[in-house]
C-alpha cells in the first residue's frame, strides 16, 4: 500500500539530509495590482483588512486563476482568507472546503455568517432538513462557503445533492492530514484524492502550515494537484518570542512553568505536554500550587472538552494543560504564552503548537522545558509506530514457527513492555503474511521474510529520528532559535541572531562559562528571599520571582539605576529589598566597578557651570532640572506637571540624557521585548526620523517610547 510508493518517494529526496526543499519546485508569481484589485476590496470590505498578510496576494491570485495550488503558510499566517476571498469573487458558484474538526468549521462559519457571508457546514450533527435546506440553496447559487467533513464524500444522499450544484472551487484546509508522513495524519482524509472528479472537476487549492517536504510531495500526489501553483509563505513570525529553559527534572519544570504562569496575569497560555499522563500530573501539580488550569486531551469525553474549549476561548478560563489534540480547533488570536513541558517528535509539531500563540501580531512567548531525558520518551514512542525491521523480522519468525497458532501478542514480546510489537504485527498484517483478531495474531504462511518490506519500515524509522534530531538540536541551541527553525524550513534572507529569542536576548558570553556561577548566585539571592518572605509571610515568588532573581544572577547590578532595569524590580520594591539584594550582586560584579552612573551628586554641580554630561557635551539646565526630578524618581509625567512644560519636552530631555549617557537604562519606558522589536525594524543603521518607525511597529509602541529607545540604540550604535 501507501508505504511503497511514499518509500520510493523517500528514496528519490534521501532522507539523510532531511529536511530540504526541493521539491514540488516553486512558481513563478501570478499576482500583479490589478488582477488583485476586487481581491483586495473584498478584504477590505468583508473582512476589515486593509493589507493582505505574506503570501496571501500569490495564493489568491492563482486560485483566481484557476489553477492547482499549494499553500504552505505559517500557522496563524491567514490561510483561511486564501479561499474565502476568492469564495467571495465568484459569482454563483459554491467554495467547498474539507476540513478535519467539527470545532474548526463551526468558528469559521460563524465568523464568515457574522461577516455577512452565506457559509454554512454540513456534518453529522446537522439533521437531514437542514441539510436539505443547506443544498437547495447552494443549488440556486446563493451559497458561497460548504465546510465539511472529508467523511461527507462516502455520504450517498449528499453527494447527490451535490451533483445539481455549481462547485467552482475545493478547498483542502489542514492538507497535511492525507500524508502517512506528517504528524496529523487522518485515515479520512486518505480518500480526498477521488473527490474532485465527483465534484465536476474544481480546481483544488490544499493548505498546510507543513514544509516538511515528503508531505507536500505526497499532497500534490495524493489529490492529484495538475503541474499546481507552489507558494511558500515566509516562516517568520517576528512577534513570536522563542526560549528554551533547560532543567535537570521533572520537578523543577513543574515549578518554573508555575512561576511562568504566574506572570502571564490576566493573559491566555497553554501548555502542551507529550502524554495524556503528563497532562494529569501537570495539572495536579499546578493546581496544588494554586494556578487555575484545566486539563484537556482526547481521553477526556466531548462535552467536557467542549466546554474547556469554550471557556477558553471566552476568556473565563486562562490557562490549558493539553495534549496535542488540543490546538488544531483553536483559532483563539489572543494566545500570550505557549508552553512545552514535553520535547515535540518534530520542529514542525513544535512550531504548529507554538504558532498557536500571537496569531493578532501582537508579542508573546513560546517556551520548551528541556531535561536532558526527554529525548527518551520520543525515542519511546518512535519505537512503538516505527520498530526496527529486526523486530519484525523477529515476530513473524516467531509466529511462522508456530504453525498457524494464535499467539497473544504479549507472547511475542521479548520483554514485558517492549515497544513496537503491535505495529510490527500490525506491518505483517498489512503485508498478507499475518492474520489477527484483536490481541491474537497467527502466521498464514511460512518463509515469507523476503516479503517483508524492511526498506520502507526502516525509511519512516529514520525519517522519524531525523526529526527527533532537529528537534533535540533545537532545544540545545545556543545559537538564535528562530534562524533554527527558518533554517529548518528552508527560509534564507534573515539575520544570523533575531534579538528576539532566548539566546539572542541573553547577555552575550553569559551563558557557558558563567551558568555555573550564575547558579551559585543565585541561590545566594533565594537565601536573602526566603528571609524577607519568612519575615512578612508571604510566599517566596510575592518578594521576587526566580525569573527576577535568575536575571539579577545574571546581571549582577552594581547600582540603584541598574537594579530598577532588572525585570521584577520596581521602585517599592526597591526600597524594601533593593540594598539587600544589591549587596550579594555588588559583591559578585567583576572588578573593578566602573564608576557609579551619577558621578556626582547634584549639590555639588555649582550652579552657574554649563551642565555638562559625561561625554562633555553642554546640556542646558532645563534638560538638568528634568534629570534632578528623574533621579528623585519622578515619572516623566509628574515632571511635566511639577514644570509646567509639556510631556513631549520632557521626553526630549530624557531622551538627551540617555544620548549623553547619563541615564543608562531605559527599561523603566521601553521593556526589552518592544526594544527588540524596534531593534529588528530599525535594522543595523543609526534610527532617523520616528515616523516610518511608528508605521511599521503600530499602535504597541507610544511615540515617547520610540523617542526614548531611538536615543537608547543610537547611543548603542556609535558606542566604540
Ligand atoms: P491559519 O489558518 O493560516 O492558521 P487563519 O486563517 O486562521 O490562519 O488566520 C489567522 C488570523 O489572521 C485570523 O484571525 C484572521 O482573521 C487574520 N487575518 C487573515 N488575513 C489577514 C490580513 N490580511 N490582515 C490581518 N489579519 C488577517
Ligand atoms: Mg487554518
Request: net charge neutral.
Amino acid at each position: 500500500m501507501c508505504l511503497l510508493d511514499a518509500a520510493a518517494s523517500l528514496k528519490a529526496l534521501k532522507c539523510s539530509k532531511l529536511p530540504t526543499m526541493s521539491a514540488p519546485p516553486l512558481s513563478p508569481p501570478l499576482a500583479d495590482a490589478r488582477t488583485l484589485a476586487p481581491a483586495r476590496r473584498v478584504l477590505g470590505e468583508t473582512f476589515g483588512y486593509h493589507e493582505f498578510r505574506p503570501g496571501q496576494p500569490q495564493v489568491i491570485a492563482a486560485v483566481l486563476a484557476r489553477r492547482d495550488t499549494l499553500a504552505v503558510m505559517p500557522t496563524g499566517g491567514g490561510k483561511s482568507a486564501c479561499f474565502q476571498v476568492p469564495a467571495l469573487l465568484a459569482d454563483r458558484s459554491l467554495t467547498v472546503v474539507v476540513s478535519p474538526l467539527l470545532a474548526l468549521m463551526k468558528d469559521q462559519v460563524d465568523a464568515l455568517r457574522l461577516a455577512g457571508v452565506a457559509a454554512a457546514a454540513i456534518n453529522s450533527t446537522v439533521p437531514r432538513e437542514e441539510q436539505g435546506a443547506i443544498l437547495e440553496e447552494a443549488a440556486v447559487g446563493r451559497l458561497r462557503l460548504l465546510y465539511v467533513a472529508p467523511e461527507r464524500f462516502g455520504d450517498g444522499a449528499f453527494m447527490a445533492a451535490l451533483r445539481r450544484v455549481d462547485v467552482g472551487l475545493l478547498a483542502i484546509d489542514e492538507a497535511h492530514c492525507i500524508s502517512q508522513w506528517g504528524h496529523d495524519f487522518r485515515p479520512s482524509y486518505r480518500d480526498l484524492g477521488g473527490v474532485r472528479a465527483r465534484l465536476g472537476n474544481p480546481p483544488i487549492v490544499a493548505l498546510t502550515a507543513t514544509a516538511d517536504p515528503l508531505v507536500r510531495e505526497d499532497v500534490v500526489a495524493r489529490l492529484g494537484l495538475r503541474d499546481p501553483v507552489v507558494h511558500v509563505a515566509g516562516f517568520d513570525r517576528p512577534n513570536l518570542r522563542f526560549d528554551v529553559t533547560r532543567v535537570r527534572n521533572q520537578k523543577e519544570k513543574a515549578d518554573l512553568i508555575a512561576e511562568k504562569l504566574r506572570s502571564l496575569g490576566d493573559e491566555s497560555a497553554i501548555v502542551y505536554c507529550g502524554t495524556r499522563k503528563k497532562v494529569e500530573a501537570l495539572t495536579d501539580a499546578l493546581q496544588r500550587q494554586r494556578i487555575r488550569c484545566a486539563r484537556y486531551h482526547a481521553g477526556m469525553d466531548d462535552a467536557d472538552r467542549r466546554r474547556i474549549q469554550d471557556a477558553f476561548a471566552r476568556d473565563t478560563l486562562r490557562v490549558i494543560v493539553a495534549t496535542n489534540a488540543f490546538g488544531m480547533g483553536i483559532d483563539k488570536p489572543d494566545v500570550r504564552l505557549v508552553l512545552h513541558h514535553d520535547l515535540p517528535d518534530s520542529l514542525e509539531s513544535y512550531y504548529q503548537e507554538a504558532g498557536r500563540a500571537g496569531r493578532d501580531g501582537e508579542l508573546a512567548e513560546c517556551v520548551l522545558y528541556f531535561a536532558p531525558r526527554d529525548r527518551r520518551l520520543r525515542e519511546y514512542f518512535i519505537d512503538l509506530a516505527h520498530p526496527e525491521p529486526a523486530v519484525v523480522v523477529r515476530v513473524y519468525q516467531q509466529l511462522a514457527a508456530s504453525q498457524g497458532h494464535r499467539l497473544h501478542v504479549r507472547e511475542l514480546m521479548e520483554s514485558d513492555d517492549e515497544p513496537g510489537i503491535n505495529a510490527a504485527v500490525q506491518t505483517l498484517v498489512d503485508s498478507g503474511l499475518v492474520a489477527r483478531q484483536g490481541q491474537m495474531a497467527w502466521a498464514l504462511a511460512r518463509g515469507g521474510e523476503t516479503d517483508i518490506d524492511t526498506a520502507s519500515l526502516d525509511a519512516h524509522r529514520q525519517h522519524a529520528l531525523a526529526k527527533l534530531d532537529a528537534m533535540h538540536h533545537y532545544a540545545e541551541s545556543l545559537t538564535c532559535l528562530r534562524r533554527r527553525i527558518l533554517d529548518y524550513f528552508g527560509e534564507d534572507g534573515h539575520d544570523a541572531a533575531c534579538a528576539n529569542c532566548g539566546p539572542c536576548l541573553a547577555p552575550p558570553a553569559a551563558r557557558h562559562e558563567e551558568d555555573a556561577f550564575s547558579d551559585e548566585l543565585f541561590q545566594a539571592l533565594r537565601v536573602v528571599r526566603r528571609r524577607f518572605a519568612e519575615e512578612a509571610n508571604v510566599p517566596p515568588f510575592v518578594v521576587f520571582s526566580d525569573a527576577t532573581l535568575h536575571e539579577m544572577a545574571r546581571a549582577r547590578p552594581r547600582t540603584r539605576a541598574e537594579m530598577l532595569a532588572v525585570s521584577g524590580v520596581g521602585q517599592t520594591k526597591f526600597e524594601r529589598y533593593g540594598e539587600a539584594f544589591l549587596a550579594v550582586t555588588r559583591a559578585a560584579a567583576p572588578a573593578p566597578a566602573p564608576p557609579a552612573p551619577y558621578p556626582t551628586p547634584v549639590a555639588a554641580v555649582p550652579p552657574d557651570l554649563p551642565f555638562r554630561a559625561r561625554d562633555g557635551r553642554a546640556l542646558g539646565q532645563s534638560v538638568r532640572r528634568t534629570w534632578e526630578l528623574h533621579r528623585e524618581g519622578l515619572s516623566i509625567a509628574e515632571i511635566a506637571t511639577r514644570r509646567g512644560l509639556s510631556p513631549a519636552t520632557i521626553t526630549q530631555h530624557v531622551a538627551d540624557l540617555i544620548s549623553a549617557g547619563e541615564i543608562p537604562s531605559v527599561a523603566q519606558w521601553v521593556d526589552e521585548m518592544t526594544l527588540a522589536r524596534i531593534r529588528r525594524v530599525a535594522g543595523p543603521s543609526p534610527l532617523g526620523p520616528l515616523a516610518p518607525l511608528k508605521e511599521a511597529l503600530g499602535e504597541t509602541v507610544s511615540y515617547e517610547q520610540l523617542h526614548l529607545a531611538r536615543a537608547w540604540l543610537n547611543r548603542e550604535r556609535t558606542r566604540p
